[in-house]
T-cell receptor, first 112, second 113 residues
Framework: GNSVTQMEGPVTLSEEAFLTINCTYTATGYPSLFWYVQYPGEGLQLLLKATKADDKGSNKGFEATYRKETTSFHLEKGSVQVSDSAVYFCALIQGGSEKLVFGKGTKLTVNP | SQTIHQWPATLVQPVGSPLSLECTVEGTSNPNLYWYRQAAGRGLQLLFYSVGIGQISSEVPQNLSASRPQDRQFILSSKKLLLSDSGFYLC????????????FGPGTRLLVL
């Protein structure tokens, strides 16, 4: 079946540090890929998405590239801020399916 | 634009009591609707989804049930809560054409004592 694996957290960084959160997936066919962010006490917000190989999703300084050859969708940001502290979820959906498959989430804490 | 509402925001209930959580979506028609639970340290678990009025698919056997009495209303219920039902319940929607992507509500935090 389809699955998403993301790096174990928590991740703690200083402000302005470079961020990478790894995400790899297993799927049949060509899924669409997503990163969601959950701020403390809130629901999930869609951060970015990519629907086909080599697509780059970007938003709020975050980027992720759909790499079919490595089945990866790593999240990156060049300079994190304290306000980026949150839990980040990688997810996929298979074409024709109704269901998102989520990774377990990675908690990021950014210290001033 | 579309918005999704959930209520209540927080709920504390005794074991054995009933439950009703409500989710409504505005600004769209015939959405797919989803209930997820997020328990501490366990990630997101899909509980139910619905592609239309009265159509409910259950993903995990449990003492919870879901109903969709109207196009944009999705209700999560239980007749008797268990301690293990505590968690953060999230409703989500997506266009009926397919789940790309899903949009989440603000969530309901449920504590069963």
């Amino acid at each position: 079946g389809n699955s998403v694996t993301q790096m174990e957290g928590p991740v703690t960084l200083s402000e302005e540090a470079f961020l990478t959160i790894n995400c790899t997936y297993t799927a049949t066919g060509y899924p669409s890929l997503f990163w969601y962010v959950q701020y403390p006490g809130e629901g999930l917000q869609l951060l970015l998405k990519a629907t086909k190989a080599d697509d780059k999703g970007s938003n709020k300084g975050f980027e992720a590239t759909y790499r079919k050859e490595t089945t990866s969708f790593h999240l990156e940001k060049g300079s994190v801020q304290v306000s980026d502290s949150a839990v980040y979820f990688c997810a996929l959906i298979q074409g024709g399916s109704e269901k998102l498959v989520f990774g377990k989430g990675t908690k990021l804490t950014v210290n001033p | 634009s579309q918005t999704i509402h959930q209520w209540p925001a927080t709920l504390v209930q005794p074991v054995g009591s009933p439950l009703s959580l409500e989710c409504t979506v505005e600004g769209t028609s015939n959405p797919n609707l989803y209930w997820y639970r997020q328990a501490a340290g366990r990630g997101l678990q899909l509980l139910f989804y619905s592609v239309g009025i009265g159509q409910i698919s259950s993903e995990v056997p449990q003492n919870l049930s879901a109903s969709r009495p109207q196009d944009r209303q999705f209700i999560l219920s239980s007749k008797k809560l268990l301690l293990s039902d505590s968690g953060f319940y999230l409703c989500a929607w997506c266009p009926s054409s397919g789940g790309v992507p899903q949009y989440f509500g603000p969530g309901t935090r449920l504590l069963v004592l």
